[in-house]
């Protein structure tokens, strides 16, 4: 907890409603006196610990808190179009500094729903920023619903029994058991909310006009054709029918629930149609009008407005500029799409939507089913991180498909990718990566680092499977959702053209699979039952001459190899035998060898389309050998994904993060942008305690020598000048033997200087740099000042996971370091492994670090030692997102 909350926190609750927190200001007075003076005799009883009456006096100690010394939140919710006071929160510091006591209130309508333990988080957010430690309730032992928010917390707390009255100390720093219970909170909570949308009961479509042509009109009549099963409504201005159903001027105006509503009004009327739906007890919004944020601060100022209008009733909202939602099983088609949804495992959400309706006809032309489709627009709301929530428990989707253009919230999005991998494929295509940053990088890390490479590390930690093109992307869900994953990445290649085995084979080898032999026994078999003339080699050449029969035979003893994972069928039709006919060979053989649990796919090059029931069941077809081999590829990655350990994130001893923030907000003093000294720089990382080599600091060439001669020759030399590059402007002698050399050196390189003890060791680089969207990226290669030329480097985003952290060491020539080069005695892993799982923690817990620079570090069989250091510290801005899950 390191950052303090917005000024503004939406929260999400168990029932999937919303709820908008702020710090109550002295206009709110009178409201929050109305709000006490509401709640039942019981809750006041439990909140005040006795009968008091309400008035200003009692809220005055609430309004405009400081948060130092107090600190208070409000929900508020509209109602009736006004605004009302429906929780409040607060706490005081004790004279204790380090402790402070909190109160909540919670109107009885509200209880049972979270918002206590949703404001409890926020307030320890603020508290934790405010140097506080530990809260301090005082509950009494009749309030068990209290209790049972402290008890469900997931934080560290202590009981006292005084009476009737249980006091309660909860340790604000959080934990793995936090995070957990967090995650599960918002999981809940999130997936009931988009219920609203992908399983509605009734829907009504605004500016849903009888002419046709209107986006509008022709959305709705998209309702319609798809067969909706619950009510749906049209509304426009003229109250004329649309696709034969009776309209209305206003949501108001309908008789009956609604649940979600699909606007499509110009935009400058969108805030009405909203206001409109929210007042009739709409809580879901799908916004398909443009004129937003994509159109520059006029749009993003008016989607800051509708996102606030939405969040002041609860609400949640898909959009604006939006193609729709869509979804199978509640055979609801709210989208700009031709005809409704194929039917199927897969759900696909596409920020982009005309790529996402290009993806649902390609998917269609290739007979891949989709269980939903939802179009993001701009994701003013409901994002990618939320749909994995509902996709997680989804019974209809075995496969989750993302277009990606921008994260949110990307640690979030590794933390749920990552739940959501073990149970079911997440594919992602990311599109509009940028650079890490605008400016030049100055050290080594930053340099090496890229927003390319972290969202490779994001994606490969979370176990989502990236994709290059829209076509790998559906040729894996077809795969993923078809077939069973391959036990290792073993494939057997049957085809009728030798050629096309080749290029097979070649594109298998590129994606890492291997093309092993047919056993002795598998290739007597196969000469019993292919011409004579036939390759038994893997690729297996059936000859031009196969028929459906010959590859029907000889696709049972393949099957049966148990030298192969996966079987890739290859055909090209010649003139003695249909496209037709060799699919349902095969397809029939597939079915007779029900059971044998291998992946199956084929690729059929012919002009006749395998499409409808001439399209085999039991495989995955494919348009080309590369197309098949690279979904073989995903299927074999995820497999190898879902077998390594999932990991835990360590608990490091000897780590002092208050000392660490407090050095590198004294930096920043004055400044936005600061390198550290060496002496600041130092005490930065042994608070968490890195390895340093042993130096002093000396004034002149004179305190150099008696620096030398205390540490004992041989030594380095090297500049103290902030954030200098070193080696590149002549700022380092290495290897100094006497006083002479020394003095020299000193002399040379001028003003104040660093004198340290010459050591030895394999030369490694290790390091952080904060991209601007995925937080801190932990890298770790080979080093010295080749770093930049080898570019050996590995990255991961943290924080790291003991398997994280162990494959950056095994990656590439650090894992050949590693384990004994060339006669050298292995390195220290495990020195190794502590140091990356304390730069992680360094990096997460100081956000104020941008670049931290280890080069090099001299690694060998007893540890290692940080020679050099650079790091850079720059002043957060503030986090303007409002919404917390």
């Avoid at 069973?484 to 080898?509: K, Q, S, Y």
């Avoid at 069928?569 to 007779?592: G, M």
């Avoid at 002149?700 to 200098?724: I, M």
Wanted: hydrophobic share 50%; proline share 5%.
């Amino acid at each position: 907890m390191t950052t303090a909350a917005p000024i503004v926190a939406d929260v999400i609750l168990r029932d999937g409603q919303t709820l908008r927190l702020r710090a109550p200001t002295a206009a709110d007075s009178d409201a929050l006196v109305a709000f006490l003076e509401e709640l039942s005799p019981t809750s006041r009883q439990m909140r005040f610990h006795g009968t008091l009456r309400p008035g200003p006096r009692l809220v005055e100690g609430d309004l405009d808190p400081d948060w130092n010394d107090r600190g208070a939140l409000i929900g508020t919710l509209v109602q009736g179009g006004s605004e009302h006071v429906v929780a409040l929160a607060s706490y005081a510091r004790l004279r204790d500094p380090a402790a402070a006591e909190v109160a909540f209130a919670v109107a009885d309508r509200l209880q049972r729903l979270g918002v206590a333990t949703r404001m409890l988080e926020q307030l320890a957010l603020r508290a934790s920023a405010a140097g506080i430690e530990r809260l301090v309730f005082e509950i009494l032992s009749a309030n068990t619903a209290m209790l049972a928010v402290v008890a469900e917390s997931g934080l560290a707390v202590t009981h006292r029994r005084r009476g009737g009255v249980i006091e309660v100390t909860m340790t604000i720093e959080p934990t793995g058991a936090y995070v957990a219970r967090r995650d599960e909170r918002d999981h809940i909570a999130v997936a009931a909310s988009l219920r609203h949308f992908l399983e509605p009961a009734s829907l009504v479509v605004i500016g849903a006009s009888a002419r046709r042509g209107t986006i509008g009109g022709e959305l709705f009549r998209n309702v319609i054709a798809a067969g909706f099963a619950g009510p749906a409504y049209p509304v426009n201005r003229s109250g004329q029918e649309v696709a034969g159903v009776l309209a209305t001027q206003s949501v108001r105006a309908i008789d009956g629930e609604v649940e979600l509503a699909v606007i499509c009004v110009p935009a400058e009327s969108v805030l009405a149609a909203a206001e409109d739906a929210l007042e009739s007890g709409v809580r879901a919004l799908c916004v398909i009008s443009a004129g937003f944020a994509e159109m520059g601060a006029d749009g993003a100022e008016r989607q800051v407005a509708l996102l606030a209008l939405v969040r002041s009733y609860g609400g949640r909202m898909i959009g604006p500029n939006c193609l729709g939602v869509a979804s199978t099983p509640a055979r609801l088609n709210a989208t700009f799409a031709a005809a409704a949804l194929p039917p199927g495992s897969v759900g696909f959400a596409s920020q982009s939507g005309a790529l996402g309706l290009a993806a649902v006809e390609q998917a269609r032309g290739r007979g891949l089913g989709l269980s939903s489709f939802v179009s993001l627009g701009n994701k003013a709301d409901v994002s990618s991180n939320d749909l994995l929530e509902y996709w997680e428990d989804d019974r209809e989707t075995n496969v989750v498909a993302l277009y990606l253009e921008s994260f949110g919230n990307p640690e979030r999005f590794g933390r749920i990718a990552r739940r959501v991998a073990r149970r079911k494929p997440v594919l992602a295509l990311k599109g509009g990566v940028s650079a890490a940053g605008a400016r030049a990088a100055a050290s080594h890390t930053a340099a090496l680092a890229s927003s390319e490479a972290a969202v490779d590390a994001l994606f490969h930690q979370a176990g989502v499977q990236r994709m290059r093109t829209l076509s790998e992307l559906l040729d894996a869900a077809a795969l993923l959702s078809s077939q069973p994953l391959p036990a290792g990445p073993r494939v057997a290649v049957l085809t009728n053209a030798g050629g096309l085995g080749i290029l097979c084979a070649d594109a298998c080898e590129a994606e890492g699979l291997q093309l092993p032999e047919p056993s002795d026994e598998t290739r007597e078999r196969l000469a019993a039952v292919v011409p004579a003339e036939a390759s038994l080699h893997n690729p297996i050449d059936l000859l031009g001459s196969a028929t459906g029969a010959t590859f029907a035979a000889a696709l049972g003893p393949v099957l049966e190899d148990g030298g192969f994972d996966a079987v890739c069928v290859l055909f090209v039709r010649p003139a003695i035998a249909r496209t037709e006919d060799v699919a349902h060979d095969v397809d029939a053989a597939l079915e007779s060898a029900d059971g044998h649990g291998k992946t199956v796919v084929g690729v059929f090059l012919s002009a006749e389309a395998l499409t409808g029931p001439a399209a085999p069941e039991r495989m995955a077809t494919f348009s080309s050998p590369e197309a098949a081999a690279r979904a073989l590829g995903v299927a074999a990655r995820r497999a190898a994904w879902l077998r390594r350990p999932e990991g835990r994130v360590p608990v490091l001893a000897g780590v002092d993060r208050v000392r660490a923030r407090g050095i590198a907000q004294k930096a920043l003093t004055g400044a936005d942008d600061a390198w550290l000294d060496a002496h600041a720089s130092r005490q930065l990382l042994e608070a968490y305690g890195i390895t340093l080599v042993r130096e002093l600091l000396a004034p002149d060439a004179g305190g150099a020598v008696a620096a030398a001669t205390e540490l004992g020759f041989p030594v380095v030399v090297k500049t103290a000048e902030p954030g200098a590059h070193k080696t590149e402007t002549g700022g380092v002698a290495v290897d100094l033997r006497d006083a002479s050399a020394v003095r020299e050196a000193a002399t040379r390189i001028g003003g104040m200087v660093l004198v340290q003890a010459m050591g030895e060791g394999a030369e490694l680089l290790a390091g952080v740099v904060r991209d601007p969207v995925f937080g801190p990226i932990v890298a770790l290669g080979l080093g010295g000042v080749l770093a930049e030329l080898v570019q050996a480097v590995s990255f991961r985003v943290a924080p790291l996971t003991d398997f994280d952290a162990a494959e950056l060491i095994a990656a590439g020539p650090v894992g050949r370091l590693a384990a004994g080069f060339r006669g050298r005695p292995p390195l220290d892993g495990d020195a190794i492994l502590d140091l990356l799982h304390r730069l992680s923690a360094l990096a997460l817990d100081v956000p104020e670090i941008a670049e931290l620079d280890l080069n090099p570090v001299l690694a060998g069989p007893d540890g290692y030692v940080a020679v050099d250091r650079r790091v850079r510290v720059r002043r957060m801005p503030a986090d303007a997102r409002a919404k917390t899950w």
